[in-house]
């Protein structure tokens, strides 16, 4: 599992920087590659994929947690189900995660965030960047929101 999620990575960074920037990527992907998506709707005007794929690699939109109760607790694990449940759309689980970013609400939320998220991703966790926004905190009064990049 470790050698799959380091050839995978070693793989998407290949790939970047054999590109020049995000317009040469998506050039080679509509010509090379066939990128699918999951659309979500807002009042049904398309806003943003759920997921996008580009080759082997899924890009999992940002999921947060927009109910009561707010604990982080809660949250953390309405989070993780709902990014499960979108890689599992787009043919992956979390074992195959390579990166997520978590962003809190509070840091002082990290413990609490820590005690749930460990485990979920399997023997070997993925890299992660954490960090607490800016004022006006995460859209949609959830006390956290992840992505993610996993490979298929």
């Known amino acids: 599992m470790k050698t799959e999620r380091r050839s995978a990575l070693k793989k998407m960074f290949a790939s970047v920087v ?13 010509s090379d590659e066939k990128v699918a998506g999951n659309v979500t709707n807002f009042q049904d005007v398309p806003l943003f994929s759920g997921h996008t794929k580009l080759g ?31 890689l599992i759309k787009a043919g992956t689980t979390m074992e195959k995660v390579l990166k997520v970013n978590v962003y809190l609400n509070d840091i002082a939320d990290y413990k609490g ?9 399997g023997k070997n966790p993925p890299v992660r960047t954490t960090v607490a926004v800016a004022k006006g905190g995460v859209p949609g009064d959830s006390l956290v929101e992840m992505d993610c990049i996993a490979y298929i």
């Open 56 to 86: 082997n690699m899924v890009f999992v939109a940002g999921k947060g947690a927009h109910v009561a109760p707010f604990t982080i607790e809660a949250h953390t694990e309405i989070v993780l189900k709902e990014l499960e449940k979108e």
């Open 113 to 121: 965030m820590n005690a749930v998220y460990k485990g979920r991703f």
């Open 18 to 30: 054999g590109l020049a920037g995000i317009g040469l990527a998506a050039k080679a992907a509509s």
